[in-house]
């Protein structure tokens, strides 16, 4: 999904330093980030307190006034400002857990992120992604009910029962489509386009 206008103001007015603007991109997106932090901090297995939310999503806002707004100013609108926001806030959520923690978190209990590695962690291919271009590249390689999914539980932190009711599509299905999704994904980023065109074709 494309930036829409109404966001591309927003930034704009950001940008600008306009009275109010700040406020306006607070009220409208707050609610996406708490949300991303809590989805974040539930599949790392790590609990967080009303106040560890609140000091959490600080630190997030604080990112994006940093140095005069420079992530707003990196955003090029190819993708909706939600799923930038979510990319954003998901990151610095993790550096700020494992800062908390010292790391222990992946070690408290192995079980469990054994198996949650196989259901429901972020896929190899967009771990370590920086880049929200490069991104939304390997999402349109994935059919578009497949793409739907992937971006409702990754980009926006929607629960699998939420994912079902956006979506009209059953809850136990939504598991074989995101390992699915992980598969293929994977599979781009070891073969990528060019890699393919330089193979051989048959005589």
């Not at 306009?18 to 980030?33: H, Q, S, T």
């Not at 059919?143 to 990754?154: H, K, W």
Request: charged share 25%; glycine share 4%.
């Amino acid at each position: 999904m494309p930036l829409t206008s109404l966001d591309r103001a927003l930034l704009q007015r950001c940008l600008n330093h306009e009275p109010g603007a700040w406020n306006d991109f607070v009220d409208r997106y707050l609610g996406l980030i708490y949300h991303v932090i809590r989805h974040t901090a539930h599949l790392r297995s790590v609990p967080l307190s009303p106040e560890d939310t609140e000091d959490m999503a600080g630190e997030i806002l604080l990112q994006l006034v940093a140095n005069d707004y420079a992530v707003f100013r990196q955003f090029r609108g190819h993708a909706s400002l939600a799923t930038y926001l979510t990319v954003i806030a998901r990151r610095t959520c993790i550096q700020e857990l494992v800062r908390r923690t010292g790391g222990q978190e992946a070690q408290a209990r192995p079980e469990v992120h054994r198996a949650a590695a196989n259901r429901e962690e972020q896929p190899k291919a967009l771990q370590g992604l920086e880049n929200l271009e490069e991104v939304q590249r390997l999402l349109r390689k994935l059919p578009a009910r497949e793409r739907q999914v992937v971006r409702l539980f990754y980009f926006e932190g929607r629960t699998y029962e939420e994912i079902s009711t956006a979506l009209h599509i059953p809850v136990n299905s939504i598991g074989p489509i995101l390992s699915r999704a992980r598969q293929k994904l994977r599979q781009t980023v070891k073969n990528p386009p060019a890699v393919r065109q330089e193979q051989p074709k048959p005589s």
